[in-house]
């Protein structure tokens, strides 16, 4: 709804400006009184005309014509001859002499008698442009001149220019004497009002149509570099490209055109260069006019007719600039056909872009047909078959409001949508961040995991290289021993039956010991690659140790030794363990017995709980004879079996201890040992501890 109301306000505000003027661009045109008197028979009564309250009057009706005769001010008529007369403002080539119309080009004479109540300080006259040059006299004072008026092509030099010629009149009646030639323009004569009054009142006439006209080619000089700095900013947008061309265009002919600016800044500019640049900027803005609605509403204007109106456009270009004149000034006419045609099709392309209800359809519409209905309305003034004209100004103005206003939209709509995409991109970034977030965890996952893989890999590898090197190095001494007794046997070197029973039984306690040995040695090695499966289970410590001190209390007892059992306070000891319950009575079975084999008779094992920072700290003493100091860091290295080591147990295979901390750490414990010569050993491991058990 708020958007509705500023389309309705922009219209209006379109409308209020092309009111406007068209105001000012009609009152250029009008006398300031509707009672101004009018000339007739060659002479205007201005008596009784107050110019302080009436103002200004435009000196039109019937002035004196004098056809190919350059006359001066004190020139008079032969006797019995009667000055011939001519409405005015025409040109001279749109009347008729002895029934024959007369060419553009030639030379004549105008005469006004003017009469007035005199008394008037000083007057002014403000002069149109007068195609091509001339001369005016006041009585017989040379008051102006504009080019050099000649009686041939080649003895005229064009010049005109819009002028105020102040003078100060000698008595109540003056005549003008005004003579005019033209070689080198399609119009010849006067085609505008001269208009008399006070040099204050003529002055500020003057002024407000010269202001208007610079006005106007600021504000187009200003669009133009406005937008074609957006297009440098952003070339995707033609649009803007092609509409400051058109500004800067139009801003150039506004300069060119009705009170003829330029000259304000350099009189001495030559006449022809002008008109040529006054051409060429009709005839470039209605290609640059069609190149941008066609940017705006690509599928209504058609290329085929887009490339005849750019062909058309560049031929008549080509000979504005190169064709001699007066031809060049006969270019105008058939191209302001071009340009009625080229309209008339743009308002069509745009109406049938507002029934597809494209993007600022409507508002185009209101300006494109502003600026047609002022152009069209001028042509049919330049060519004598309309009595107001000069209204293109103001059909610019609403058409550059309009085309702002479009541009301005697309511009909002644009960053509107900048604005989506960016809150858009934003949330995909988020989302993007979060997703790469996700795959970094997935792959960190994937990594540890393939790490783990690898580790298992790893240990796999160790447990197979050093599962065959053992069994190559350990089993190659009792299978030399069985092969030794074997061949007596069949050597017949034991020849007793007592001798040979005691050799079977050598040989089947070396097959018993190579059997566990294998068994170690395959257990140790799933072990190392965790490839065995623990029944983990979790247990309240009080029962765990419970279980263990009721095992193995009785057989520490019946090996003849002590068993003491020491536990930290119950508050210490509040929580579970998880463990696998066999595994680690085989842990307990590999260290006891190993304390049991190096504890002497009468000797005491003691088993100690202890709790640290969330561990269950298990310890197994005895009072044996101790371990060396350098043998300490090696009792849990598989097949490490020194005399006073604790690897094995009877002279087992030395991978008990190996086994023992292979659980543990399984377990997510760690296992060592303590121990000095002669004062015993106590072998320590510890298990995580838990939450208090419900």
Known sequence: MVSKLKFISYYKTILLVLSIFLSAGCSNFVDSSPEAPKAGAGSIDLTGWNWEQNGIVALDGEWEFYWNRLLGPEASLPPGERPAVRDMPVPWNQAKENGEKLPASGFATYRLHVRTDGGEPMLALKLPPIETAYKLWVDGRLVAQGGRVGTTAAEAVPHYAPEVVAFVPEKPAFTLTLQVSNFDHRRGGLWNSVFLGTIQGVEAFAHRKLALDVFLAGCLLIMGMYHLGIYWLRKQDRSALFFGLFCLLMSVRSVLVGE?????????????????????????????SVLFVRSLYTREISRRVLTGILWVGGAFAVCAVLAPFPFAAYLVPPYQAIVVAASAYVLYAIVLAACRKRDGAVVAFIGVAAFVFTVIYDILYYNLLSSRGNLVPAGLIVFILATSLIISIRSAKAFRQV???????QELNSGLEQKVKERTLALERSNQ?????????????NSRRQLLSNISHDLGTPMTLIQGYVEALMDGVASDPEQKHRYLRLIHTRII?????????????????????????EMPVREYIRLVAERYELEVKEAGLHFELHISSAEE???TVKIDLDRMDQVYTNLIYNALKHTPAGGTIRLVYEAEHH????????????????DLPYIFDRFYKKDKSR???????????????????????????????GQGTTVCFMLPLYRAFD
């Not at 561990?615 to 350098?630: C, M, R, S």
């Not at 690897?647 to 296992?671: D, P, Q, T, Y």
Request: charged share 20%; aromatic share 8%; glycine share 10%.
């Open 260 to 288: 003829m600016a330029v000259y304000q800044f350099d009189p001495d500019l030559p006449w022809k260069l002008l008109i040529r640049v006054e051409y060429l900027t009709m005839i470039c803005g209605v290609p640059l």
């Open 419 to 425: 604005e989506i995409i960016s809150r858009e991109l």
């Open 449 to 461: 995991s393939l790490e783990q893989m690898y580790e298992e890999l790893g240990r796999l590898e």
């Open 513 to 537: 010991g190579l059997n566990r040995l294998i068994q170690d040695l395959f257990q140790l090695s799933k072990l190392e690659a965790r490839q065995i499966s623990f029944n983990v289970q």
């Open 573 to 575: 000891l509040q929580g």
């Open 615 to 630: 561990l269950i700290v298990t310890k197994i003493h005895d009072n044996g004879a101790g371990i060396a100091q350098e």
């Open 647 to 677: 690897n094995s147990a009877g002279g087992g295979s030395g991978l008990g201890l190996s086994i023992a901390r292979e659980i543990v750490e399984f377990h997510g414990g760690k296992i060592w040992a303590e121990s000095r010569v």
